[in-house]
């Protein structure tokens, strides 16, 4: 079976359609708002990887939002893998996204908590550069926007900042762009967590960062800390930690672990070694 997009089936408040047959409300909080959140989990070859993770981030963020979606974490776990066998890619790398927003229309004051959902499965697309050839980031003019006890987990509709960085980086020619802090620390990238190791150390930015804690983020700082050979930090650090690192990476839902190349036209080391060991503590993490 050739997959095509626009016949794709996708799931619209509890009704499985083609994707050209679902039909949203051009006036609509989400659309209108921001006002709801999403989720991304990879589908391995018929494998949900960090399922429960990601639910954990979702209900978590639905609970923020003060929304009802009226789903049971088990029933939406049924409903990601019978789109996955629906749409024929059990033995594929599937990208599934859920989003959910508010009913309702105009006004910024919410008047429910009832919500719409949509779910689609798209396959992923392979990326053209190697593991080890790495990637391109520039540091961007914006900043992460400080966050309140409980948004580190949210991933709210509203990303806008997110998207200015990445076209930012785009411009100049580079792969993604690095985010600093409003303090001036590093922060993450415009859709990745990061991390830089310097011998037996791993470091990462902490909450005080303003950073969006990603679940890959999350099973690997299990992972690391389950283990003797590295020893883990979450902190504030400035850019000059980047260029005196064995290893810059980022890690994200989709695109998994890659190393950094360059940031701001200097070129990175990139330790073999090192990235080979802690591939390998990575893959081990999304599996536990």
């Known amino acids: ?57 979702f209900f978590l963020g639905l609970k ?11 029933h939406l776990i049924k409903l990601l893998n019978d789109g996955v066998e629906k749409n024929d890619l059990s033995k594929a790398d599937v990208v599934i996204r859920i989003q959910c927003w508010r009913q309702g ?33 520039c540091q961007s003019s914006y900043t992460t926007m400080p966050k309140r006890p409980g948004e580190h987990s949210l991933k709210s509709s509203n990303a806008l900042i997110y998207v200015l960085a990445a076209s930012e980086a785009v411009d100049k020619g580079y792969d993604d762009a690095l985010l600093i802090s409003p303090d001036g620390y590093i922060a993450e990238s415009g859709n990745s967590n990061i991390f830089w190791v310097r011998s037996n150390q791993l470091f990462t930015p902490s909450r005080a960062c303003h950073i969006l804690e990603g679940t890959r983020r999350a099973a690997l700082i299990g992972k690391i800390k389950s283990l003797t050979r590295y020893q883990l930090f979450e902190g504030e650090y400035t850019l000059a930690e980047l260029y005196s690192s064995d290893l810059v990476f980022l890690v994200n839902s989709i695109q998994g672990l890659r190393p950094v190349s360059t940031l701001n036209e200097t070129k990175l080391t990139i330790s073999v070694d090192q990235l080979e060991k802690l591939s390998s503590i990575y893959q081990e993490a999304l599996h536990s």
């Not at 923020?64 to 088990?74: G, I, Q, R, T, V």
């Open 1 to 57: 079976m050739t997959f095509q997009k626009s016949h794709s089936w996708v799931h619209l408040d509890g009704q499985w359609l083609r994707e050209h047959e679902a039909m949203i409300p051009v006036e609509n909080r989400g659309l209108m708002y921001g006002d709801g959140l999403f989720e991304t989990i990879l589908c391995s070859q018929g494998r949900l990887i960090l399922i429960q993770s990601h639910l954990k981030r």
């Open 64 to 74: 923020l939002l003060k929304l009802n979606l009226s789903l049971s974490a088990e």
């Open 105 to 137: 229309g105009r006004g910024y004051a919410a008047t429910t908590s009832k919500a719409h959902y949509y779910i689609s499965f798209t396959p992923l697309k392979q990326h053209s550069k190697s593991e080890q050839q790495g990637i391109t980031l």
